[in-house]
């Protein structure tokens, strides 16, 4: 319930304690923001693979309108791999028909990690190299080519680094980041 009333407060700033009520004014809600501003609302559900079933369904529900013609709103669910299992199993394959795109990030290469991890230094304002190629392959192996774990990994190499005043950082770097992921 909680979930809902969350939705209704950001949508109508107010939440009804009924579940039937919290999903009428859900629906109410986007459909005055679209009479109001001729704007097609978006709503986005970041770490949906953390939904239960039951938050499918009733997402089904409150985005069941009179038409199955036109979208009062677009719903975008972003989440991690499980997310994309979650919506294929049987009993979600009414909502995942629903979903008009579907994107998944596959993992990067090794020369997509090197550039990643180049293209977020230069826009820190780094423009020489931090890492050295041994320290490159070794974030990449250890984080396959995810690049939310090359984050941490680069984050957790980069301060290692700081603390022993480095200039070029190695793969002895990021195995010592990585015992602590």
Same mark, same amino acid.
């Given at each position: 319930?909680? @979930?809902?009333?969350?939705?209704?407060?950001?949508?109508?700033? !107010?939440?009804?304690?009924? #579940?039937?009520?919290?999903?009428?004014?859900? !629906? $109410?809600?986007?459909?005055?923001?679209?009479?109001?501003?001729?704007?097609?609302?978006?709503?986005?559900? /970041?770490?949906?693979?953390?939904?239960?079933? /039951?938050?499918?369904?009733?997402? !089904?529900?409150?985005?069941?309108?009179?038409?199955?013609?036109?979208?009062?709103?677009?719903?975008?669910?972003?989440? =991690?791999?499980?997310?994309? /299992? #979650?919506?294929?199993?049987?009993? *979600? =394959?009414? @909502? $995942? =028909?629903?979903?008009?795109?579907? @994107? *998944?990030?596959? *993992?990067?290469?090794?020369?997509?990690?090197?550039?990643?991890? $180049?293209?977020?230094?230069?826009?820190?304002? #780094?423009?020489?190299?931090? @890492?050295? !190629?041994?320290?490159?392959?070794?974030?990449?192996?250890?984080?396959?080519?995810?690049?939310?774990?090359?984050?941490?990994?680069?984050?957790?190499?980069?301060?290692?680094?700081?603390?022993?005043? #480095?200039?070029?950082?190695?793969?002895?770097?990021?195995?010592?980041?990585?015992?602590?992921?």
């Amino acid at each position: 319930m909680d @979930f809902y009333r969350q939705l209704a407060i950001a949508l109508a700033g !107010q939440a009804p304690w009924k #579940k039937t009520e919290i999903f009428i004014c859900i !629906q $109410n809600s986007i459909k005055d923001y679209i009479s109001n501003n001729k704007k097609l609302p978006i709503i986005i559900f /970041d770490e949906a693979h953390l939904l239960k079933h /039951d938050n499918f369904y009733e997402l !089904q529900i409150i985005s069941n309108f009179e038409m199955d013609s036109r979208d009062p709103a677009l719903f975008i669910l972003a989440g =991690q791999p499980h997310l994309r /299992d #979650k919506l294929l199993s049987p009993i *979600h =394959q009414s @909502f $995942n =028909q629903r979903i008009a795109l579907k @994107f *998944h990030l596959t *993992h990067l290469s090794k020369e997509e990690t090197q550039h990643y991890i $180049n293209h977020q230094l230069a826009l820190a304002g #780094k423009k020489e190299p931090l @890492f050295d !190629q041994s320290a490159i392959e070794a974030i990449y192996k250890n984080s396959v080519g995810t690049p939310r774990i090359i984050n941490t990994l680069v984050i957790k190499c980069l301060t290692l680094g700081a603390l022993e005043k #480095k200039e070029l950082l190695t793969q002895e770097e990021v195995y010592c980041a990585s015992r602590e992921l």
